[in-house]
């Protein structure tokens, strides 16, 4: 059934990537930058143009549309999520896309600085691309492939279901969230409004993987109180509050329980941002694990370092605000097992054998699990994310959109 489509997959990508749509850990508007609604609006006017009627942006960046059933059957209403903000981490402006056809196994340099090398020691999923098409940016920005690639795919199954209407389906859902790269993907969302029974977001890595597992996590704030003085006369008296964040940041362990040095399953204790002057200072810390009980356990760790180094100090005090972010939703997903079931079935039908895994990081997905929509991820063929090095495949995201079309219409 699709080898005669002409995929729009990868030109929607690459249109969309050039739109920058950064977010802002540190804004405290909703959504944290303004320019991620340029997106919203493209998006929101090209699914009218293919012929959904029922589609709205409202204020907060969000877009949602609805496809409407073409099967006279009760069926599940499914929703398909990306986010169209691109991650702080690394510049999202100006980014050039550049589309690498028939991949020959070279490593690549990227014109705009040569230091920048696409290697395939680095990214040995590079071997897997031989022969296939490739996008990477240019050398100065991130490319946007977490989530564009995903905003793509969605985009591109609308078009096809839009373009066969025969093919029978119930209602399906799309939405589009701003600010899932800092982490408020959906504090402003209107679940009434989008009304699913479940979904599955699109922000997932290579072909074939499936994830119905992310961490859980929190995010901890620790602020010193020192004592100020004048530092001409401050001998006997001064303790410089940046000097004890610097003492805890240097007390963590180096070997363990940090990112640098954790992998599969393991949890992690992350210090992400910290400022201050010497009367008071602050850092704050993710806090990651997949068992929802051992952020508890780090953070009690955190804290007794906390305590040990200010017994060195009379008179300074500290606080220590813990956050919830998100769950794992796997908690959630276990009780609907519907949701991956027909995962499975839609993978097999596309020719792939489904590869769970679980997501050292969280997806919006993890957080609608627990507002009443339970969520799973897909691959979209997105490497490197988060960096100059980011590339995706355009193969991975076409058997992305293959994937969705049979999901959606519950296929064999």
Same mark, same amino acid.
């Given at each position: 059934?699709?080898?005669? =489509?002409?995929?729009?997959?990868?030109?929607?990508? +690459?249109?969309?990537?050039?739109?920058?749509?950064?977010?802002?850990? %540190?804004?405290?508007?909703?959504?944290?930058?303004?320019?991620?609604?340029?997106?919203?609006?493209?998006?929101?006017?090209?699914?009218?143009?293919?012929?959904?009627?029922?589609? !709205?942006?409202?204020?907060?960046?969000?877009? =949602?549309?609805?496809?409407?059933?073409?099967?006279?059957?009760?069926?599940?209403?499914?929703?398909?999520?990306?986010?169209?903000?691109?991650?702080?981490?690394?510049?999202?402006?100006?980014?050039?896309?550049?589309?690498?056809?028939?991949?020959?196994?070279?490593?690549?340099?990227?014109?705009?600085?040569? #230091?920048?090398?696409?290697?395939?020691?680095?990214?040995?999923?590079?071997?897997?691309?031989?022969?296939?098409?490739?996008?990477?940016?240019?050398?100065?920005?991130?490319?946007?492939?977490?989530?564009?690639?995903?905003?793509?795919?969605?985009?591109? +199954?609308?078009?096809?279901?839009?373009?066969?209407? &025969?093919?029978?389906?119930?209602?399906?859902?799309?939405?589009?969230?701003?600010?899932?790269?800092?982490?408020?993907?959906?504090?402003?969302?209107?679940?009434?409004?989008?009304?699913?029974?479940?979904?599955?977001?699109?922000?997932?890595?290579?072909?074939?993987?499936?994830?119905?597992?992310?961490?859980?996590?929190?995010?901890?704030?620790?602020?010193?109180?020192?004592?100020?003085? %004048?530092?001409?006369?401050?001998?006997?008296? +001064?303790?410089?509050?940046?000097?004890?964040?610097?003492?805890?940041?240097?007390?963590?362990?180096?070997?363990?329980?940090?990112?640098?040095?954790?992998?599969?399953?393991?949890?992690?204790?992350?210090?992400?941002?910290?400022?201050?002057?010497? &009367? @008071?200072?602050?850092?704050?810390?993710?806090?990651?694990?997949?068992?929802?009980?051992?952020?508890?356990?780090? !953070?009690?760790?955190?804290?007794?370092?906390?305590?040990?180094?200010?017994?060195?100090?009379?008179?300074?005090?500290?606080?220590?605000?813990?956050? !919830?972010?998100?769950? #794992?939703?796997?908690?959630?997903?276990?009780?609907?097992?519907?949701?991956?079931?027909?995962?499975?079935?839609?993978?097999?039908?596309?020719?792939?054998?489904?590869? @769970?895994?679980?997501?050292?990081?969280?997806?919006?997905?993890?957080?609608?699990?627990?507002?009443?929509?339970?969520?799973?991820?897909?691959?979209?063929?997105?490497?490197?994310?988060?960096?100059? %090095?980011?590339?995706?495949?355009?193969?991975?995201?076409? @058997?992305?959109?293959?994937?969705?079309?049979?999901?959606?219409? #519950?296929?064999?």
């Amino acid at each position: 059934m699709f080898h005669e =489509y002409k995929f729009t997959v990868a030109e929607r990508f +690459m249109r969309y990537v050039q739109i920058d749509t950064q977010s802002d850990p %540190h804004s405290i508007s909703f959504p944290s930058t303004e320019k991620q609604k340029t997106l919203s609006v493209l998006l929101a006017a090209e699914l009218k143009a293919i012929g959904i009627m029922d589609v !709205e942006t409202d204020e907060y960046g969000y877009v =949602y549309a609805t496809i409407p059933a073409t099967s006279n059957e009760p069926l599940p209403v499914i929703c398909f999520c990306s986010h169209i903000d691109t991650a702080p981490d690394c510049s999202g402006t100006d980014v050039k896309p550049i589309l690498h056809k028939n991949y020959h196994g070279q490593d690549i340099v990227l014109p705009d600085d040569h #230091n920048q090398v696409i290697s395939v020691d680095a990214y040995p999923y590079l071997q897997e691309q031989m022969g296939k098409d490739i996008i990477t940016a240019s050398g100065l920005t991130l490319l946007g492939a977490d989530d564009k690639s995903g905003v793509a795919i969605i985009m591109d +199954m609308a078009h096809y279901l839009m373009q066969h209407p &025969e093919l029978a389906h119930g209602t399906i859902k799309i939405l589009f969230t701003p600010d899932e790269e800092v982490g408020r993907g959906t504090d402003k969302l209107d679940m009434q409004k989008l009304g699913a029974d479940f979904g599955y977001t699109l922000d997932g890595g290579e072909l074939g993987t499936y994830e119905d597992e992310t961490f859980s996590a929190d995010g901890v704030t620790i602020s010193f109180y020192g004592i100020s003085a %004048h530092p001409g006369y401050a001998k006997g008296k +001064m303790v410089n509050a940046l000097k004890l964040v610097s003492a805890l940041l240097a007390a963590l362990p180096t070997t363990a329980w940090c990112p640098e040095a954790t992998e599969k399953r393991e949890g992690f204790v992350h210090p992400v941002h910290m400022e201050g002057i010497a &009367e @008071k200072a602050s850092v704050e810390f993710i806090i990651r694990d997949f068992i929802t009980d051992q952020l508890t356990v780090y !953070e009690d760790q955190l804290r007794n370092l906390c305590e040990q180094l200010i017994q060195q100090y009379p008179g300074v005090t500290y606080t220590f605000e813990v956050k !919830e972010q998100y769950r #794992n939703m796997k908690l959630v997903l276990d009780q609907h097992p519907q949701v991956n079931e027909r995962a499975a079935k839609a993978y097999k039908a596309a020719g792939l054998i489904l590869r @769970k895994e679980p997501i050292r990081g969280g997806t919006d997905g993890s957080r609608l699990s627990f507002m009443g929509l339970p969520c799973a991820n897909i691959f979209t063929g997105m490497q490197a994310i988060h960096s100059k %090095h980011e590339w995706v495949s355009v193969y991975d995201m076409q @058997k992305a959109v293959e994937v969705l079309v049979k999901l959606a219409c #519950n296929m064999d």
